[in-house]
């Protein structure tokens, strides 16, 4: 392998127009090893793939129109995320990261007339330039915007009874190589009543990989329905 070529490549810009949506990602063998697949997550990644596929946002058609990044499948996770939701029926969703609005949008399209998802962001959607949501958005309780920092310990202590009921948790952080990891330290510190499933995103992004390669719970990388930068389900908790 010629390593001048390899650092290179790291360190100047891919051969890309400067127009186009891009990341630095990485593909590597298994560094799972010793570490099965539990069947359980392949049989969800399998429905909810099956799902995604027949899977219209009617709501996010109206605002982005139908060829909106939501109706990016496979590529973008936003109609797989739908899926989830539809398929798991989760009473209590968790976003780390609400930015823009558009993944808070798709689950709350397919999300159970009694489920809530409580979003995370240290911004307020209002101050995101092009965010997507709208003050009814959250008129009827079922999305929650919290301007928190759940990397922080403290802050997981004021939402402990929240996380720790939690159904799907969806994590879409900054990837800079230190929030996810305290962000899961401390999520390694409460006691889940129901072994939540975690849909992580951006696991092939470079300063992400020893991040995603340190969850010891079963696991699966399901880019293939999912983000093109990486998509990772876990099952928090559970056993392999």
């Known amino acids: 392998m010629n390593i001048r070529k390899v650092l290179s490549n790291l360190v100047l810009p891919p051969p890309l127009p400067e ?3 891009y990341r630095r ?10 570490q099965p697949i539990a069947d359980e997550l392949i049989d969800l990644a399998l429905r ?15 605002r982005c129109g139908p060829d909106g990044d939501h109706n990016i499948w496979p590529g973008e996770h936003h109609r797989l995320l739908a899926a989830m939701v ?20 798709a689950m709350k399209e397919t999300l159970s007339a009694g489920g809530k998802i409580s979003t995370f962001d240290l911004v307020s959607w209002k101050e995101i330039s092009g965010t997507l ?7 009827d309780g079922r999305l929650v915007q919290h301007l928190d920092n ?16 939690a159904d799907l948790l969806f994590i879409d952080g900054p990837k800079d190589g230190l929030t996810e990891t305290k962000l899961f330290a401390n999520f390694a510190r409460l006691n889940f009543k129901r072994a939540p499933i975690f849909v992580i995103d951006d696991i092939h992004d470079y300063k992400f990989l020893d991040v995603w390669d ?12 999912g983000h093109w930068a990486g998509t990772g389900l876990v099952r928090w908790g559970g056993r392999s």
């Not at 990602?25 to 010793?34: E, R």
């Not at 539809?86 to 949008?105: H, M, N, Q, R």
């Not at 340190?214 to 329905?225: E, G, L, N, R, V």
């Open 48 to 62: 909810a793939g099956q799902r995604a596929r027949t899977l219209k946002l009617s709501g996010l058609d109206e």
């Open 133 to 139: 949501l709208r003050a009814d958005d959250f008129t």
């Open 86 to 105: 539809d398929v798991l029926k989760p009473a209590s969703v968790v976003e780390f990261g609400t930015y823009a609005g558009l993944s808070s949008l």
């Open 214 to 225: 340190a969850i010891t719970h079963p696991k699966y990388d399901i880019t293939s329905f």
């Open 19 to 21: 127009s186009k949506h």
């Open 25 to 34: 990602t990485v593909m590597w063998p298994d560094c799972m090893g010793q």
């Open 150 to 165: 759940l990397a922080d310990m403290a802050v997981v202590e004021k939402h402990r009874d929240l996380l720790e009921n």
